[in-house]
DNA sequence: ATGTTGTACAACGGATGCGTTGTAATTGAA
DNA sequence: TTCAATTACAACGCATCCGTTGTACAACAT
């Protein structure tokens, strides 16, 4: 897998989570201490976040780790 | 859970699963292009890896990367 | 028209990832 | 002893993360 495919569809995921639970971008990133701006790349996949920015997301979104990191789009039950 | 907590978990969940496989830093370092002294920091605790990093281990160690993430210990079936 | 909300894109800059080199302590074998 | 293998730690430096600011555009409301 390369890597910005890899990115890419960590971003798609981290976007189809937060928009089932039916926040903003901007609320997102308030509820971690962070800016619309930062999630946004991060959704787009310009960017390659740190284990610690990823168990932030992880809690901003209200959802374990290893749903945010599977690489197959199998999110059922969020 | 604080930062430094989170990596050292991550770290010694890193190497105990590489003592299971039975290799070396530098084995599993020259498995996925890096050098023996970035696994070490790794391990130790002392680096906030990459989501693309941590999908090079996960490769390297031959494991699903969620085994990698998984907070708890129960790492059983390695 | 104006204002608000959600999203997107770009530039600046401090902080950090991490590859690399060098060094050293430990262990075990020859 | 000498040698190799493993692990650990520190410093240098380039690349990147990512916080921040500014801007823009579409959709919707007033």
Sequence with gaps: MEKET????????????????????????????????SVQRLEAGNINPTYYYLSEIADGLEVD???LIKRDGANSNV
Tied chains: 1, 2.
């Design 65 to 67: 780790l290893e749903v």
């Design 6 to 37: 890899l990115l890419k569809n960590l971003g798609a995921r981290i976007r189809e989570i937060r928009n089932k639970k039916g926040i903003s971008q901007k609320q997102l990133a308030h509820s971690i201490g962070k800016d619309q701006q």
